[in-house]
Structures are given as C-alpha cells and as structure tokens.
C-alpha cells in the first residue's frame, strides 16, 4: 500500500511541458535577483578581499549550484514528471519521504517567508523615511500587514503572482544596473580595508553564501523538470537560470558595493547603504520598487509551505496550515530574528545540502534513473542527511579557533558527506526494496 502522496501522484505529461527559457530559466533567475540574495553578500566577502577574487568565487559557486545541487534532481523530474515530494520517496523512503523533503521543506519556507517579509519591511519603511529598526511599532505594523496579506494570497491565489511574477523580474535587474552605473566610477579606487584581509575567508563565504542560498532551489530542481521536454532543456535552464544568473545577481551588487566603497570608504558593507548613499528621491524609489520585486518571492514561500503540509498533512485545511505557517514567519520578521541572513543560508544548506548529496548518490547508484519509492524508510538517506547535517553546522559548533577557518564551505562539505555516507550505507544493504508504482510505470 501506498502512502497517499504517492498513490494519487500524477506525472506531468509531455504535452504540457515547454521549453527551458519558457519556464526553468526565468523562474530560476528571479529567484537569484530577490534582494535577499545579495542584501548582505559583501559584508564577509568583498570586505575583506579583492573584487576579482570575489567574482571568481561567484563563477565557481554557480557552477557548483548547477552541477551538484539542481541537475540531478532536476533530471529526475524530466525522467519521471513527479515533483521532489514523490522521487525524494527513493532515497528516503515511503514513510521516511513524509519527513524528508516533505515536512522539512515546508518548514524551511516558513523561514524564508519571515525573510522576505523581513526584507521587504525594511526597504518600505526606508523608502517612506520612517524608522526601520526591528521590533519598532511602524515595523511591526508594517510586518504583520504585508505578511498576512501575502500568506492570504499564496494560499488562495498564486496563479495570478505567477502570472505577473516574470514581468516583475526586470524591476530589481534595472535597479541593479542602475545602483552599479552610479557607482562604478569607485571602482578602481576600492582597497580591502587595511587589517582585515583574509582572501580564503571571503573565497569559501561566497560559496557558502551562494549555495546555502540555493539549496533548497536545487532540490525544488525536481518540481522544474517536471516542465522540461527533454535533457537539453534541463541544462541550458539550468545553466542561464543559475550560473549566469548567479554571476549577474551576485556580481553588480559587489561591484556596487566596490565602486561606492572607493568614492567613501566609511560606508556599511549592506547593499542598502548603497542604495542609501546615492540619496534622493531616486534612493526612495528603489527601496519602493526593491520592496514590490518581493511580492513573487513572499507568496511563493508561503504557497510551497502550505503545499508542502497539505501534501503530508492532508487532514488539515491548506489554508489553515499556510496561514499557521506564516504566522510564526511573520514573529521572525518582526523581532529581528530574520535578520541574520548569512546563519540562514547556512542552516538551509546544511540541512538541504545532504538531502541533494544523497539523491545524486541514489541517482548514480540506480543508473542514472529513478529507481521508485523505496519501502519504508531508507535508513541509507537519513544517514547520509543526519551525518551530512552535522557537518553542515560545522560554523555554529563551538571548534578551536585556529580549526574555524577551515570549516567553510560547510554546506558544500554536507553535500559531498551526504554522498559518499550514502553510497557506503547503500552498499551495505540499509536501502529497502523498491516499492511498485503502476502510474510511473506506465508513464
């Protein structure tokens, strides 16, 4: 017997797929132009070493997010047309897969929901003038209202943000081309402030800011090969949607932050204190805008949250777990704790970042093809997860100091653990049989 969220799994046919710039592409590079990604790059990273050395970090960090962390499952989304909840059932199990990616995933959005809202609070309430510091009354006033209104329509009527949110893309991409035209004749003058240079550090922070950043995406790579016709679809979407769009994304803002830190040294390391040193009515406008380019990435989180517990979770209403769900985003959002993006990212990775090492494992292990859900649990994923979790976390474990360095990128480190751990446990005979499942087959 099948679990419901398998038995009733439909794939998507080959007619209602299209083509890689049509879907993956856009999808993906919107997710890369959200502000969130790039808020707080600089501070660990081009404040500490050269522009160049950065951007390079940017190139192989795309790179990584490509070829380890999406393909695979993405490839398996094309193969099969089931989104991650239902090929995530073969290195996890039928009952494990409830837990992992299912809850999991769902709970991870409500996070990523509190700093949407968190973001987008901030930048309305700069762009207005008013006080922005968390916790004040217009924050939270501000919080609760946009993240109530937004949970509201993930939950009821994404289709018309999905409808809207490819234009909205462009808004935060001429923003960007905007702040770094103002910017970019500092440039040539921006030096590593004396003392604090530290090139590996910025080197591995970029890469573990990047992929922490996108880990959960690369996963959700199975639910986007689920549109792609064929494999040249899943590798120039990906490709263009996330190595290209990663160098963009990532690389205007740094160079953003470079140029205005060569005309003033004093400046915060946040791209919104460059926003802010441009001053004027055009800095108002852009938080303004910044703020609207948030809306998509708001309700997205809050309707994958919501599908992701009404999936497992059918006995309770989808919007009652979505608004549930959205309520403890928005306490994040308003006490700060949504702040911390950089800790985010890396909690992300390192819980995700073993889940996709052990997918690709199983994926290699089975042929290059989806095997079908495994009974059970597959004790061969979760360890591989619980193993690669730990080493994920590796940042916020109280190590010797002169070992800390070193630690980083953790959540490249927990995808390369959850790899081999689960190759060698498979190898043992801890995966389960393979379940049948009439409707894949036949598809």
Not at 354 to 359: D, E, Q, R, T, Y
Request: proline share 6%.
């Amino acid at each position: 017997m099948l679990p419901d969220y398998l038995a009733k799994a439909v794939p998507n046919p080959a007619g209602k797929r299209g083509p890689w710039y049509a879907n993956t592409a856009p999808s993906y590079a919107g997710i890369f132009l959200w502000v969130a990604f790039y808020k707080a790059m600089a501070g660990g990273t081009l404040a500490h070493a050269s522009l160049a050395l950065c951007l390079d970090a940017l190139v192989i960090a795309g790179v990584l997010c490509y070829a380890l962390y999406y393909l695979v499952p993405a490839m398996l989304g094309m193969q099969t047309g089931y989104p991650l909840y239902v090929v995530g059932s073969s290195t996890f199990g039928t009952a494990g897969g409830y837990v992992m990616p299912g809850l999991l995933m769902g709970l991870l959005q409500i996070g990523w929901f509190a700093v949407a809202t968190f973001v987008a609070t901030d930048f309305i309430l700069k762009g207005i003038g008013m006080n922005s510091g968390p916790g004040t009354m217009p924050f939270i006033v501000t919080g609760v209202i946009w993240g109530l209104v937004l949970s509201w329509v993930g939950a009821k009527g994404i289709q018309y943000v999905a409808k809207i949110a490819t234009f909205l893309n462009f808004i935060p991409l001429l923003m960007l081309v905007i702040v770094a035209f103002q910017t970019v004749g500092g440039v040539g003058k921006y030096q590593v402030p004396a003392g604090q240079e530290n090139s590996y550090g910025a080197f591995t922070t970029v890469i573990a800011i990047v992929i922490g950043f996108f880990a959960t995406a690369g996963a959700a790579g199975a639910d986007f090969g689920t549109n792609a016709r064929n494999e040249k679809d899943v590798k120039w979407g990906g490709f263009v949607g996330i190595t290209l769009a990663v160098l963009i994304a990532g690389g205007l803002p740094l160079i953003s932050v470079a140029g205005a830190h060569g005309t003033n040294p004093a400046l915060g390391w946040d791209y919104a204190d460059v926003i802010v040193g441009i001053g004027g009515p055009i800095a108002s406008v852009m938080f303004i805008l910044f703020a609207v380019a948030s809306v998509p990435p708001t309700c997205f989180c809050a309707f994958i949250a919501g599908n992701s517990f009404n999936t497992m979770i059918p006995s309770v209403p989808r919007v009652a777990s979505t608004m549930a769900g959205a309520a403890v985003g928005i306490v994040l959002a308003v006490t700060g704790v949504a702040a911390n993006l950089i800790s985010f990212f890396t909690i992300v990775g390192a819980s995700f970042g073993p889940i996709c090492g052990a997918m690709a494992a199983d994926y290699m292990l089975s042929g290059r093809r989806w095997s079908g859900p495994r009974e059970g649990v597959n004790f061969a994923g979760y360890g591989a997860w619980a193993i690669g979790f730990v080493v994920g976390i590796l940042p916020f474990l109280p190590l010797p100091e002169n070992i800390k360095p070193y630690a980083e990128p953790a959540v490249l480190y927990s995808f390369v653990v959850g790899f081999v751990v689960y190759m060698v446990l498979a190898k043992a005979g801890l995966q389960p049989k393979v379940v049948a499942m009439p409707k894949a087959q036949a598809a």
